[in-house]
């Protein structure tokens, strides 16, 4: 663990280099700086993650409550430089107000081989029909996560740890209707659902 926490404050260092960088150059504040990450640590998907975004000049300063997804960022950019999000781009933009109770999911897999290089991969024998790579898929809407084993069809759900309360009023959906949207998020993708989803 120290040296995940030493990894983010190395992290703080850069970013505050390449924003002093910027700042010396006059280019700061025509400047659109995005920092993120693809997952939590450990590689989980239910935890909540950082995403900063600066506009020049301040713009759109605040915070967003909602759950957002890395999918978010390209229309956002995009609205914000005024072109268009194309049909085919999920994710919304975070410059408009956004559907607190939607729900976001994620794939993920049990069945990847650290390589001696140290990437990561699939064997050949665990890409087959019908969710090929994938193991699990990770559903979260408002405070609730579940995660949907693809093997055993089976879902847990939980609670998003550390979170501030993303949907005011908003009634989240009983664990029936997310199976049900993550099967839709499935078939809309080209997998074709077993018996018993």
Known sequence: ?????????????QVRALVDVLIE???????????????????????????????????????VAANTQNLDLAPTLLDYLGMPVPDWMEGSSLLQPV???RLIIA?????????STGFFAISEDSRKPPFYQFSYLTAVQCRNTYRINL??????????????EPC??????????????????????????????
């Open 168 to 197: 005011p009023g908003v009634q989240p959906a009983a664990s029936g209707q997310i199976r049900e949207q993550a099967g839709g998020w499935l078939r809309a993708r080209g997998f074709d659902l077993p018996a018993g989803w």
């Open 107 to 115: 794939g993920g897999t049990y069945n990847a081989d650290l390589l």
């Open 1 to 13: 663990r120290d040296f995940y926490d030493d990894s983010i404050f190395n992290f703080d260092r």
């Open 99 to 101: 559907d607190p109770s």
């Open 25 to 63: 150059n006059g280019q700061y504040e025509h400047t659109v700086l995005v920092i993120y990450t693809d997952h939590a640590q450990a590689f989980l998907t239910q935890k909540p993650i950082p995403l900063l975004i600066h506009f020049p000049g301040g713009a759109f300063a605040g915070q």
């Open 151 to 164: 093997t055993s069809l089976t879902m847990e759900g939980g609670e998003v740890p550390g979170t501030v």
